[in-house]
């Protein structure tokens, strides 16, 4: 069974740091090209960042970009996003995604885990 | 950036009836476009992609169809466990993929 497990999450002050990290198990991580998605409390769907298989290609939402890192250990099984900078709009339930067919950086995701929520407040 | 504006935003149907959820692109995305459900505390399902194909394990009573920039869901014989809220997502090389507002299908 497929599964992706999100942690990481918590409360954090404007301009601190989070990492999140996503343990897949159920498949082999490093045939798939993988995405992190976040949804605002009751706000649509956002994709965030997105990596292939072997690192190679990376890509962020302008939102993101020059303070998000995403990463992944295929070794460890594990997806990762550095956020630093966090703002208060990045508040969040951030969800990991394994992509289906990609087209280019942008994919559907046909496995999500249930999110690990973000909260930058003061 | 591509909007996906989905229409209605909230759709009142009753068991058994026919929901048709709409999603148009500000661009032609070809048929390079995704649907997923969402129920409260839940991850999203994935529904449909290519516009028109069912993913794994999905009722047939899901269709979609579809190209270019406008874009149906239809749910037929609508169940207990489909009153959710549907997403579009369109996953075109480039702009990069964006997802819709949502339609919630309620009772």
């Known amino acids: 069974e497929v599964q992706l497990v999100e942690s990481g999450g918590g409360l954090v002050k404007p301009g601190g740091s989070l990492r999140l990290s996503c343990a897949a198990s159920?498949?082999?991580?490093?045939?798939?090209?993988m995405n992190w998605v976040r949804q605002a409390p009751g706000k649509g769907l956002q994709w965030v960042s997105y990596i292939s298989t072997s690192s190679d290609y990376i890509y962020y939402a302008d939102s993101a970009k020059g303070r998000f890192t995403i990463s992944r250990d295929n070794a460890k099984n594990s997806l990762y996003l550095q956020m630093n900078g966090l703002r208060a709009e990045d508040t969040a339930l951030y969800y990991c995604?394994?992509?289906?067919?990609?087209?280019?950086?942008?994919?559907?995701?046909?496995?999500w885990g249930q999110g690990t929520l973000v909260t930058v407040s003061s | 950036e591509i909007v996906m504006t989905q229409s209605p935003a909230t759709l009142s149907v009753s068991p058994g009836e026919t929901a048709t959820l709409s999603c148009r692109a500000s661009?032609?995305?070809?048929?390079?476009l995704a649907w997923y459900q969402q129920k409260p505390g839940q991850a999203p399902r994935l529904l449909i992609y290519?516009?028109?194909t069912r993913a794994t394990g999905i009722p047939a009573r899901f269709s979609g169809s579809g190209s270019g920039t406008e874009f149906t869901l239809t749910i037929s014989s609508l169940q207990s466990e489909d009153f959710a809220v549907y997403s579009c997502?369109?996953?075109?090389?480039?702009?990069?993929?964006?997802f819709g507002q949502g339609t919630k299908v309620e009772i």
């Open positions: 997502q369109h996953y075109n090389y480039w702009p990069p993929t964006t």
């Open positions: 290519g516009a028109s």
């Open positions: 661009q032609s995305v070809s048929s390079n």
């Open positions: 159920g498949f082999t991580l490093s045939y798939y090209n």
């Open positions: 995604a394994r992509s289906g067919y990609c087209s280019g950086s942008s994919c559907y995701s046909d496995y």
